[in-house]
């Protein structure tokens, strides 16, 4: 059950990162108009990162052997990253996205509504590119799926 948890954060990153790009390619192509789909469409990327916190909740809190309050904890790259900066630099995307995602909501002009997914999602994208523990990055045990 705790391998098929991390494996579902894990691999749900692959769909988070897709659904960032493709509303961000979106935003672009599609300035002057606004239908539901792209509503739906940045809907479901928020959503899909909401999703991606609520795992991460509780990998965190009860399933991570990578989450260690030890003595010295910050000292050791492994725990300082998933003990704290994984754990920040997520939610700040995740919020970041939150906000660009009501933000849009709340203009009235298909551009400018394009406009804020544009810039938030785009800010959300690159963090979380930061903040994924990818493999080639030393020391952070991390996989590709
Ligand atoms: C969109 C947001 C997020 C993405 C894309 C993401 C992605 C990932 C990835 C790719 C891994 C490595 C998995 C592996 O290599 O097997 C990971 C691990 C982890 N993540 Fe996230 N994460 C996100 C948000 C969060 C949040 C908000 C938390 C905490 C509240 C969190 C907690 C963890 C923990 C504890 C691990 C280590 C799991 C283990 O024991 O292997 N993640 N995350």
Redesign the pocket.
């Known amino acids: 059950m705790n391998t098929f948890i ?1 494996s579902m ?2 691999g749900l ?1 692959w769909i ?1 990162l897709l659904l960032l790009i493709y509303s961000i390619v979106n935003s672009i192509i599609r300035r002057n108009t606004y239908e539901k789909k792209d509503r739906l469409l940045y809907m479901f990327t928020m959503v899909s ?1 909401h999703i ?2 609520l795992i ?2 509780v ?2 809190f009860f ?5 260690q309050f030890i003595e010295g904890w910050m000292k050791v790259k492994l725990y300082r990253f ?1 003990g704290m900066e ?2 920040i630099g ?2 700040l ?2 919020a970041l996205v939150t906000i660009g995602h009501i933000a849009s909501k709340k203009q009235t002009e298909s551009s400018a509504k394009h406009k804020r997914i544009l810039i938030w999602y785009t800010i959300g994208l690159l963090l ?1 590119l930061a903040f ?2 990818w493999p080639f990055r030393a020391g952070l045990l ?2 590709w799926f």
């Open positions: 991390t954060h894990s990153r988070v990162m991606q916190l991460g909740l990998l965190y399933i991570s052997g990578k989450v998933y994984h754990l997520m939610i995307a995740i979380i994924i523990p991390g996989q």
